[in-house]
């Protein structure tokens, strides 16, 4: 668990049913939260990154799911990486277990092996809710954490006080129902809630997540005005977030 306190923007990116987002720190650091890509469009975190000009100062990897990695071979082969967070608590032999005869994707078996060489460096800490809290800006990155996950933190008074304090909510495994909780939202009632996914293809991609946020204002391409409580990137494209005074403003690409 961690935070980032201090302006700052956020990009959340359209991967499909893929994870990917970039925090641009006050300090003009950038942070990426995962390395997922869009196979329709083309689009990988390398080539946006290496636009940018600059090196990634972390990469926070979520979970150790293809979806989550897939671009993992070109950003590390193009890209500067300053520095790696993930769960240090499993081993890459853990890892492989579960995956079992489903096999590794090359993203996943390079994210292994960084895990292994650097679980045992000093201070480093385990990350599963990833939270960025800078002004208005004020997120909780979920991952692909399980129901059983959200209630096993929920018992920590410091993850409800950081919930309490988030109005930015990415949902758990793209929105879907295995990552629902309704508990979390007994200490967290969001602006808006953002899922990264693919076209709807399940009845467990429908999960009502838009009944537990405030909503916001929303404009659409057409001019109309309208309230938004679930935003997602099958709809709207990639979303950036930036601040405004003493608010933010959401940019969506689509």
């Known amino acids: ?37 869009n196979d329709t469009t083309g689009w990988r975190p390398w080539a946006w990154v290496a636009a940018r000009g600059q090196p990634i100062a972390n990469l926070t990897i979520t979970n150790f799911d293809r979806d989550h990695v897939t671009d993992l071979p070109n950003v590390l082969a193009r890209n500067v990486v300053t ?11 853990w890892v492989r277990r579960q995956k079992g005869s489903l096999g590794m994707s090359p993203g996943v078996e390079l994210a292994i092996q960084r895990l292994d060489a650097l679980r045992n460096l000093p201070g480093i800490s385990i ?3 990833i939270f960025v809290h800078c002004g208005a800006i004020r997120f909780v ?22 919930l309490r304090n988030t109005n930015l909510f990415v949902a758990s495994h793209h929105g879907r129902e ?3 909780c309704p508990e979390v939202f007994d200490y967290c009632t969001p602006d808006v809630i953002v899922a990264s996914d693919k076209s709807v293809m399940y009845d467990t991609q429908l999960v009502d997540y838009g009944r ?27 979303l950036g977030f930036t601040p405004v005074g003493a608010g933010y403003r959401i940019q969506a690409s689509n």
């Not at 302006?7 to 990426?32: T, Y």
């Open 212 to 238: 537990h946020a405030r909503g916001i204002p929303w404009t659409t391409n057409v001019g109309k005005a309208i309230h938004r409580s679930f935003l997602t990137t099958r709809n709207d494209g990639t």
């Open 83 to 93: 520095s790696f967070t993930m769960n240090w608590n499993v081993t890459a032999a």
């Open 1 to 37: 668990m961690g935070a980032i306190i201090g302006g700052m923007e956020v990009h959340i990116f359209d991967v499909e049913h893929g994870s990917c987002a970039a925090v641009i720190s006050p300090s003009g650091h950038l942070l990426m939260i995962d390395c997922g890509h």
């Open 141 to 162: 990155f979920s991952g692909d954490l399980t129901t059983q996950g959200w209630e096993d933190f929920l018992v920590d008074p410091v993850f409800q006080g950081y």
């Open 127 to 129: 990350n599963w809710g």
């Open 178 to 180: 295995d990552g629902y």
